[in-house]
């Protein structure tokens, strides 16, 4: 079993930067698919961006495509999300998932991750 704890979450200014850590634990981290996703009230949970197990490959939804940056570190068992010029459609609760299979293709759907944090919350005031 694996665990996912989050953390970093907050209230920002509109323009304003956050950084998302998630550590997991277990041995087979460096294995894994990585990714954020975010749930606002009344809305499904969606994808942000997803990393592959050696950071080969990655995946941002259009609307962050060049303010956020996903990144891990295996040696630590870390994911981040690195989130600049946040705006005011981005607040939700963000989520970090581990997709246990090994793949070079970044898995997008909710339902391909085996394991999932407990959130965190993004607020931006305007």
């Known amino acids: 079993q694996v665990q996912l704890v989050e953390s970093g979450g907050g209230l920002v200014q509109a323009g304003g930067s956050l950084r998302l850590s998630c550590v997991a634990s277990?041995?087979?981290?460096?294995?894994?698919?990585m990714g954020w996703f975010r749930q606002a009230p009344g809305k499904e949970r969606e994808v942000v961006a997803v990393?592959?197990?050696?950071?080969?490959?990655?995946y941002y939804t259009h609307s962050v495509k060049g303010r956020f940056t996903i990144s891990r570190d295996n040696a630590k068992n870390t994911v981040y999300l690195q989130m600049n010029s946040l705006k005011p459609e981005d607040p939700a609760v963000y989520y970090c998932?581990?997709?246990?299979?090994?793949?070079?293709?970044?898995?997008?759907?909710?339902?391909?991750?085996?394991?999932w944090g407990q959130g965190t919350q993004v607020t931006v005031s305007s």
């Open positions: 277990g041995r087979t981290f460096s294995s894994y698919t």
């Open positions: 998932a581990a997709d246990r299979r090994f793949s070079q293709l970044p898995s997008r759907a909710p339902a391909e991750y085996d394991y």
């Open positions: 990393i592959t197990w050696n950071g080969g490959n990655t």
